[in-house]
């Protein structure tokens, strides 16, 4: 799918209350360009694109919010996959990753933020709007919990030495059980700390307090098939340069204000919880 430049200009201009002429001077994009934008009779370049929406960005109107509120009127569960290149064909979970938070599938957001959050440092990144139906779907959902932590600690192969263990063995099977799994979003900051769990340096307690105030809201991945084809996209949002340089402050300004009380939990809950070892020589300790 490619970027709806078209709509977005006439949206623009019906929002502003201007005329193409005017946006044509405003923009200073030739007035036969835009007609022809308009038209759908000419290739619209990278240069051209980032150009016309930094416009909208300067203009303080958000045509991505502006559309994703008109989507969410007219579709019952509305998500977002913020991805580094262009998607072609149809969607397929041969793309993804193996070695991710829960293993092949395709990764989808509850916000618009959050697909920001991925690709705001990736040059082509864009995110896509989606359309979800889970009729019929089975769905495991997960919160910030030991157990949360111990399937993101599997699929992403940082527990091995514990693949024999009838803990490990019984996780891996029910994975497969489901088509869609819903759970907390891990960024990179949240898996250093699943990590220092699971490298026996903090214990479960104090891990999932760390997190929890780290929380981005949840992501929906889509495991099987049939799942997927449930799932269609809608639209897919250009996002100009100053619109990810804009979330990316916003990313390591988070970040950085975490780290202290990320630290404070490590010392206020160290000798509480289970230690990795423990939850997997003996699983009742926590199921």
Known sequence: MEYNLALDLKVYCKYKNISLD???????????????????????????????????YRDNFDINFYKIEQYKLTHNVVLFHGAK????????????????????????????????????????????VLDANYDGLKIKT??????????????RGRVEE???????????????????????????????TINDFVNGGISSIAAINSIKALELGNQIIF???????????????????????????????RINKSESFVRDNYRKYIRQGLYINEVFENEKLWL
Do not use: H
Not at 148 to 154: D, R
Not at 163 to 188: G, H, R, S
């Open 22 to 56: 005017e946006f044509s001077s405003l923009a200073n994009v030739d007035m036969s360009v835009i007609s022809k934008i308009v038209n759908n009779k000419t290739i619209v370049t990278d240069e051209l694109l980032e150009k016309i929406y930094d416009v909208f």
């Open 85 to 128: 290149e262009k998607i072609e064909g149809k969607l397929s979970l041969d793309y993804s990753r193996k070695f991710v938070d829960f293993g092949k599938g395709f990764y989808t957001g509850e916000t618009y933020e959050q697909s920001l959050d991925f690709i705001c440092q990736k040059d082509r990144g864009s995110v896509y």
């Open 142 to 155: 997960l919160t910030v919990s030991l157990e949360w932590m111990i399937w993101i600690a599997i699929n």
């Open 162 to 192: 514990y693949k024999n263990t009838n803990l490990y063995q019984k996780i891996i099977k029910e994975m497969e059980e489901y088509d869609v799994i819903v759970a907390p979003i891990a960024d990179n900051r949240m898996f250093t």
């Open 223 to 253: 495991k099987s098939e049939k799942a997927l084809s449930q799932l269609k996209i809608l639209d897919r949002l250009y996002v100009c340069k100053n619109i990810k340089r804009d979330a990316l402050n916003e990313k390591i300004n």
